[in-house]
């Protein structure tokens, strides 16, 4: 549209002109044809965050991490002592002992049978409860299944009213391969840091380019369309 005819050529052009139909400056930019950029606070960027998957720390990304076997300490293998039943102590019986009482060397024998599935050696101890403790120790190798007497000559003090006796059975400690860690000393675990995945969610804040305003910082005026002026 041709607006000279209304505008006096005397004048400088930024000088604002009042006539009806004239342009006059407009108040949404002040004239200057651009706002502020809302949503960059004019800064030209904005700050975003940016979620990643980064490997995790923990488990190198493997998802399981190898831990010492808390069962056998790490060496693979473990002790025990060898299964046994006890088949009772064969001689005169006093109460849960054995009585004595004539002034001789007496045998007496425990029966143990061996319930392991491994050979191994069973030691007896006899004690009687004399004043003096009197013992004796006696041993033998069964194997699995096998069920056989301990006998042990004793020779206690004399009493007519006899000794309580009593026995202990030590079975032979054996070595077997752990089973918890299948006699590898270590387990593989899932890794508790990643719950097994390998990976971890980082957050990491990142700054780019604002898209309102392509980095300007400021957008066209839509009032004046970036003119600065208005027609009345
Ligand atoms: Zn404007
Ligand atoms: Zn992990
Ligand atoms: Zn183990
Ligand atoms: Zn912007």
Same mark, same amino acid.
């Given at each position: 549209m041709n607006l000279s005819r209304f505008m006096n050529k005397s004048k400088p052009m930024t000088e604002l002109v009042t006539s009806a139909g004239s342009e006059v400056e407009c108040d949404n930019c002040r004239s200057t044809g651009k706002i502020q950029c809302a949503a960059c606070q004019s800064k030209g960027f904005v700050k975003k965050f940016k979620t990643e998957q980064l490997k995790c720390d923990v488990c190198a990304g493997s998802g399981t991490i190898s831990v010492q076997c808390l069962t056998c300490s790490g060496t693979g293998t473990s002790t025990r002592r060898l299964r046994y039943e006890d088949k009772g102590g064969q001689g005169? =019986?006093?109460?849960q002992g054995l009585l004595f009482s004539a002034k001789r060397t007496q045998t007496v024998s425990v029966l143990v049978k061996n319930n392991d599935d491994l050979a191994g050696k069973f030691e007896v101890i006899v004690t009687l409860a004399d004043g003096k403790s009197t013992s004796a120790k006696g041993s033998v190798n069964l194997r699995p299944g096998e069920t056989a007497p301990i006998a042990l000559p004793l020779f206690p =003090? $004399? $009493?007519?009213?006899g000794y309580r006796a009593s026995y202990e059975i030590i079975p032979e400690e054996v070595e077997t391969a752990c089973t918890s860690c299948s006699a590898k000393g270590r387990l593989e675990k899932t890794c508790l840091a990643c719950q097994g995945v390998g990976q971890a969610a980082s957050q990491r804040q990142i700054a780019e380019s604002c898209s309102s305003c392509a980095g300007v910082g400021q957008i066209r005026c839509a009032k004046c369309k970036g003119s600065g002026r208005v027609r009345m």
């Open positions: 005169a =019986i006093y109460q =003090i $004399s $009493s007519k009213d």
